[in-house]
């Protein structure tokens, strides 16, 4: 039986309030989201907090709005909030497409967007997408507020900007003319962290060339976009060949471990293919709002 | 610490440890056993419950974290011996071999068919694809509740078998 070794445990009423008490208890403190990833690590003795500190009645902070060009994510929306939304699968399908394949439908119950980004797992998925769509992450702390990039965000496995003393409020993305997303993933099974994952986002000019782009991998050791397929694709127009140059790059660029989801090769020939893939269907759904039909 | 919360429509307070398990509160203080309690990690689903009417695994909340919310475990779902058309589902399409995952396959589906009363078979098993059977009785679960869906109220014979019945069949 797994249980949690001893701890006090609060409630924040506001986010002013957990601030406050993420002080008054220090070190020692920790705020709970949806408890997906702590408690486990909580119940493993992994993670030892002598005070938990329960976010999850600051509905504050569980929203979603489209603010002129911004798509604003509170840090408490779960999982299942972002799958359902018809604004976000038509602003970045690859948020729908990565939701779809996060964790089983329960666990998106609870987990939280904020949680999953606060914690960094190197096979979490959000991370890639946030990446990706160059989401810039709202913190704030008792000196204020601060907006930090995914780069300097998220700096690497398990390891965040976040202080202590700081909350992830939200997450901004921005919305741009002529762009599409996608997001692939190979799990053993359903419900089941990746093997490996990819994720795309590009922006069409008036003349259908790639006028932007951003490739990201999961669970593969790379925490950065794989920007070296910038250089070769922008300013193209979409065909294969660059498709097949780009997931050579991401096989390249990335930096796997062999464990009990695959050897190396493998996951590196999955950097390779599912690059192909999402970098071919962000095109194509880009052409496609382009010509105002949707798919 | 003292909790309050309200299980299958009773007030229920109580003094806990905070580290203590929502899974354990309902089986061990309560003594609601019929909320099974499984893997321990979030994988099989065997310990699912209803908060506030949507389904979480209850082996990865914390009973202080359900303090304030409402509760539905398994013993929950008839309406004292008129059953849940889930549960007469399950009877009807033999959705359980030993049982062991059922009460959360069985909760799932009543939150499942109260959001979408008439899912596709694939909704069904993207629905319940958190869980696991260890049976692998997938098949006739995805068919018992297609039949719930499909008698909605139950039907006649919804009635739970009563102790004497039972004897006499
Ligand atoms: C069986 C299972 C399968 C899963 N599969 C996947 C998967 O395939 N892909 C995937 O991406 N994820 C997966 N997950 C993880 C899931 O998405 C979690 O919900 C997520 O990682 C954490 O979100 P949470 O809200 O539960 O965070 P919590 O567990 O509550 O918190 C995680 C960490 O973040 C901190 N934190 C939380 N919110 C904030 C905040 N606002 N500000 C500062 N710090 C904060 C906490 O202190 C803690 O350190 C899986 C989880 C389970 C249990
Ligand atoms: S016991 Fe909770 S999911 Fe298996
Ligand atoms: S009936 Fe045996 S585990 Fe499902």
């Known amino acids: ?295 | 610490m003292h909790i309050n919360m309200t299980i299958n429509g009773t007030d229920v307070t109580r003094e806990i440890e905070p580290r203590v398990l929502l899974v354990h509160f309902i089986r061990d203080d309560l003594r609601l056993t019929g909320t099974h309690w499984g893997c321990d990690t979030s994988n099989c689903g065997t310990c699912v419950v209803l908060m506030d009417g949507q389904p979480v695994k209850s082996c990865t909340v914390l009973a202080a974290m359900a303090d304030g919310h409402s509760i539905t475990t398994v013993e929950g779902l008839a309406n004292g011996t008129t059953l849940d058309p889930v549960q007469q589902g399950f009877m009807e399409e033999h959705g359980l071999q030993c049982g062991f995952c059922t009460p959360g396959m069985m909760l799932t589906a009543r939150a499942l068919l109260d959001h979408n009363p008439h899912p596709e078979p694939l909704e069904i098993r993207e629905a319940i694809s958190g869980q696991i059977c260890r049976c692998t009785g997938y098949a006739t679960i995805v068919r018992s509740i297609q039949w719930a869906a499909e008698h909605p109220v139950g039907t006649a014979e919804t009635a739970a078998t009563t102790e004497e019945e039972a004897v006499h069949a």
């Open chain 1, 1 to 295: 039986m797994q249980i949690p070794a001893p701890f006090d445990y609060v409630r924040a009423s506001s986010v002013d309030n957990a601030l406050a008490l993420l002080d008054r208890h220090g070190a020692e403190s920790r705020v709970v989201a949806g408890g997906h990833s702590l408690l486990p690590m909580m119940k493993l003795r992994l993670a030892r907090p002598d005070w938990l500190i329960d976010i999850n009645d600051l509905f504050e902070l569980d929203y979603l709005l489209i603010d002129g060009q911004t798509l604003r994510i509170g840090a408490m929306t779960r999982h299942t909030t972002l799958l359902e939304s018809d604004d976000v699968q038509r602003l970045f399908p690859i948020i729908t497409d990565a939701e779809r394949v996060i964790a089983d439908p329960i666990v998106r119950n609870r987990g939280t967007i904020g949680g999953s980004l606060c914690q960094a797992d190197p096979a979490e998925d959000l991370s890639t997408v946030c990446h990706v769509l160059e989401a810039v992450a709202v913190v704030r702390g008792p000196a204020g507020e601060r907006m930090l990039s995914m780069a300097d965000f998220h700096r690497g496995p398990y390891e965040t900007a976040v202080a202590q003393n700081e909350l992830l409020i939200e997450v901004r993305v921005p919305i741009r003319a002529g762009s599409s997303s996608a997001y692939e993933k190979v799990e053993r099974r359903v419900g089941d962290w990746a093997v490996a994952a990819a994720g795309a986002s590009v922006t069409l000019d008036s003349a259908g060339a790639i006028s932007q782009v951003a490739v990201g991998l999961t669970a593969v050791g790379l925490e950065q976009n794989v920007t070296e397929v910038e250089a070769v694709l922008v300013g193209q127009t979409p065909t294969e060949e660059l498709f097949t140059e780009a997931g050579r790059l991401a096989s390249l660029a990335c930096d796997p471990l062999a464990d009990q989801r695959g050897p190396i090769d493998y996951k590196r020939h999955l950097a390779d293919e599912l690059t192909r893939r999402v970098l071919r269907a962000a095109c194509r759904r880009a052409a496609a709002s382009a010509s105002e039909i949707t798919i």
